[in-house]
């Protein structure tokens, strides 16, 4: 006999309370294909959020499909005690892409994971336990990362193992250098970083930065900011770690890490990924150069980090993106999408910005007539979507007051017009037209 309690009340029940839910009446999807989503009364919603940036290629896809039941049917679960062809494999096609030299690759289950291990890297290598990091940042959620998470909606906590000191750059729009030019911008974050670093004592082990934004409402900085910010981490020591769990893969369209719009002096020293990669089987990762991968001088191992049935996901998502060039419709069809989603806002005032790059969209929503962040409007737009049959996301370090749009990078040119479309009735609705 079925449970007669709504999901929502048992969910309410036994999870906790800060594992917060989208829309006052909270969708429990059933199935997915392709771009498309259904909830348990049988509604379909074209999926504008992709499970957060993590369904990358498509709902359902077959070849992610195949190869996850071939592999359950083989093996499912040997650790890392074993060698393990798949994960072998991965890592090898990871480490050639990621453009950092004589790499190595670490699987974990997570993005926190992967930037928890990350730090544990770079604080061994360099014998600090001192970090730099963006402001307005996610990072994860457990202790070490919510200690770099400059969102203190995400933060929970501020005891640490980490000295973290925050550096101004990563929001383009607000903060103290809003209103300069970009290279003026770029040259008063150099600066702060400058400042910041003369204010420590002893060394600094890293700077940990996500090229886009992801939580914090898709911001980012004017292209080559970091590679600027690496002159200075250069001559430190300091160790450069791009978080791309949400920009990588060829989301961004024109680059394939969020890290290559900041290449002018070289790739970063480790790299973290997750999301994307398995299209929803938990992998993520660390890459860097053997020396900094081979610091730790004790013995690990992750159980279900690199386990044979995920690899072999990723492995299949992996090469459906790159056979497809989804970098390439990444770019076409979220160009295409961004130009028309700034169409639209030209007819909202409510919405303060519109930004992004490929695949990752957002919208900043303001109080009308004001310069402030309105979470309660952009919660409205996110319902009148919803209604509309658009999943969209929200974020922002300013209340979440930014809709995000993050489809699968398979979004054809029809379905990102029909969203447009919803978006704009949706906005319409709560804002009104101008
Ligand atoms: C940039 C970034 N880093 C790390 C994480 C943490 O990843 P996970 O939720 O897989 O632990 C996230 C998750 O949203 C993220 O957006």
Redesign the pocket.
Known sequence: MTNPIPLHSRHKSVLPDWLALYYDRPIELTHGEGRHVWDADGNRYLDFFGG?LTTMTAHALPEVTKAVSEQAGRIIHSSTLYLNRPMVELAERVAALSGIPDARVFFTT??????DTALLLATTYRRSNQILAMRNS????SFS?VSITGNRGWSPTSLSPLQTHYVHGAVRTRGPFAHLGDGEFTAAAVADLEDVLGQTRGGVAALIA?PI???GGFTSPPDGLYGAFREVLDRHGILWIS?E??TGWGRTGEHFWGWQAHAQNGPPDIL?F??GIGNGMSI?GVVARAELMNCIDSNSISTFGGSPVTMAAGAANLAYLLEHDLQGNARRVGGLLLERLRAIAATVPAVREVRGRGLMAGLELTKPGTDQADPEGAAAVLEAARAGGLLVGKGGGYNTSVLRIAPPLSLTVAEAEEGAEILEQALHQVHGVQ
């Open positions: 957060i997570s993005g926190t994971e992967a930037n996610y990072h994860g959620r990362t996500e934004q992801g939580v978080d769990v949400q973290t997750a999301k993520g």
